[in-house]
């Protein structure tokens, strides 16, 4: 499984994240690591992620997928988002 950001940022007018959000927890194993920014576990690349994705967006939103090494660093985070990320991200 690889472990990717998935950042968004919708656009008014009809700034609806709902879909987008019920998309993004049916991955299973997600966490909710800042406001437009999840943390999702899957077998999927980086493409088909975002290619899922936009079906859920509107034209003028932005989206970024970026998948996530074992490098990483935090502050600020949940400790629960801290704890999925020790987790879920091969060290």
Known sequence: MTVFVVSY?????GRNYDDLIKHLKAY???SHA???TWLISTD???G??????????????KLL?????????SVGLRDATNDWL???VAS
């Open 44 to 46: 999927k690349n980086a």
């Open 28 to 30: 299973g194993t997600y």
């Open 86 to 88: 020790r987790k879920n």
């Open 9 to 13: 940022d919708l656009s008014a007018p």
């Open 65 to 73: 997928v970026v998948k996530v090494g074992t490098n990483w660093g």
């Open 34 to 36: 800042l406001e437009s």
């Open 48 to 61: 088909q992620v975002r290619d899922d994705a936009k079906k859920f967006i509107d034209s003028n939103d």
